[in-house]
């Protein structure tokens, strides 16, 4: 008895991008890696796979990311716990740690791929998702930290991607914040009756995030809470009015925001956010911030790190809001043969195109030429080439123009020799 399989589809919240979809990502990613070159950021490529406690020390054991979302497993030959990536950065000061990548100088870095995060799929919120992420290691001044959100901002305008707005924050130095921390615990303990559970949780393990919370009967409380700026001295008011100064004198917009926070010991100073009211319910397309404690904690030799995350996903989104999406022809030549000869011609002649840089297709089997044509015009091919008995007898190819706009009637197809065919194309190809 044959036995029935039920149909396999994709995990929950883990996409497929089918072949016109992944054109758009391309095209996105060409823009990214261009964008990226121009600042001077270079490719890293770290493991999808990494060692759980990589994570739960350089993100934190008390967020939701480790306790709630990091796919996590036991290697059953060394039983070691491994995790699948659920952001890039620790993995990224890992490897520069791993590597000595500071020992001559500092490093401007990018990476890009999927992350993964057990998460309830939503918009812009999926188990794997994708990231641009752009690190700053061994770099110091607010210069720095104004580049990067200068560069976003360069972003948007590469991608016609207007509505974004960009929201400021100090979180200072970590004494400065533990003081804030004391008087922040204070106030929640004096609102214990307006905390919801998660609240109560998070009131002395985490008490920053409490103040990030999405519940309407906790924001008057929230927005009464000491704010971490009155508790910063000198030297982190000093790095935060640079950022600011250098983000006016590039005429980059930005409200500052005191309630937004990071929540782990080794970010400081700046933090910033690009948000938009474009995407529902989540609002932010891009984060990012200083983080000069955490090659420390991970082992290396303290230095000076900020950097940033993009969801690419929701930069698609926002992307196709603005721009149309005018998909890449799969060819810029569609051969179309008829006859067992016709078909090896044309066989040869597609590498002859290759090799001058023309995208070719061969019409694959046989097939009328009514239908070869309609398979050459979905394509999105400039230009149709005909081979059949009668061109092979005569040593030519029928050339027709598809997409070449203010052409004549006349000169809507032709007949041009072979000898003549590769250079006749690479003109008429754009």
């Known amino acids: 008895m044959t036995q029935v399989f039920t149909k396999v589809t994709a995990v929950r919240g883990m996409n497929d991008a089918l072949p ?12 990214v890696r261009r964008w990226l070159s121009d600042y001077g950021y270079r490719n890293m490529r770290t493991p999808i796979l990494e060692h759980t406690r990589l994570f739960t020390r350089g993100i934190g054991e008390v967020t939701d990311i480790v306790e709630k979302e990091m796919y996590s497993f036991t290697d059953s030959l060394n039983g070691e716990s491994l995790t699948m990536r659920p952001e890039f950065t620790a993995g990224m000061v890992r490897a520069a740690i791993e590597h000595n990548l500071l020992y001559e100088r500092p490093q401007r870095v990018y990476a890009m791929g999927p992350v993964f995060r057990h998460e309830r799929p939503q918009r812009g919120r999926y188990r794997q998702f994708h990231q641009i992420d752009v690190e700053a290691l061994g770099l110091a001044g607010p210069d720095i930290d104004a580049e990067l959100i200068v560069m976003v901002t360069r972003l948007w305008k590469v991608l016609g991607i207007k509505d974004v707005q960009l929201e400021l924050n100090s979180l200072g130095q970590g004494e400065e914040r533990a003081a804030h921390r004391a ?13 919801d559970e998660e609240g109560l949780r998070r009131m002395y393990t985490n008490p920053l995030r409490v103040l990030d919370t999405k519940n309407p009967a906790m924001q008057a409380m929230a927005d009464a809470a000491p704010k ?57 397309v891009c984060g990012g911030g200083r983080y000069d404690g955490l090659i420390e904690l991970l082992g290396g030799k303290p230095a000076p ?126």
Not at 20 to 31: I, K, N, P, V, Y
Not at 184 to 194: M, N, P, R, S, T
Not at 343 to 348: F, K
């Open 20 to 31: 016109d979809s992944g054109a758009r990502w391309e095209q996105l990613e060409e823009l």
């Open 183 to 195: 008087a922040l615990i204070a106030h929640l303990e004096a609102h214990k009756d307006v905390l």
């Open 228 to 284: 971490l700026f009155d508790f910063l001295g000198e030297g982190s008011r000093a790095h935060f009015a640079g950022v600011c100064d250098r983000l006016d004198d590039a005429g980059v917009s930005y409200r500052l925001n005191p309630r937004m926070v990071r929540g782990l010991d080794y970010y400081n100073l700046t933090v910033f956010e690009f948000v938009t009211d474009k995407l529902g319910a989540q609002a932010t």
């Open 305 to 430: 790190a900020v950097g940033f995350a993009i969801g690419m996903e929701r930069l698609m989104d926002l992307w196709g809001q603005y721009q149309p999406q005018n998909l890449r022809p799969e060819c810029s030549v569609y051969l179309i043969h008829q006859g067992d000869a016709a078909q090896r011609q044309a066989a040869l002649l597609a590498e002859r195109l290759r090799d001058a840089g023309i995208s070719t297709i061969v019409h694959a089997g046989s097939g009328s030429f009514k239908s070869q044509f309609k398979r050459a015009d979905g394509s999105g091919a400039q230009i149709a080439v005909i081979l059949g008995g009668d061109e092979l007898a005569s040593g030519a190819a029928s050339v027709k123009m598809l997409r070449l706009e203010g052409q004549s009637d006349a000169l809507a197809q032709q007949l041009v020799p072979l000898e003549n065919l590769v250079a006749f194309l690479k003109d008429k190809v754009n």
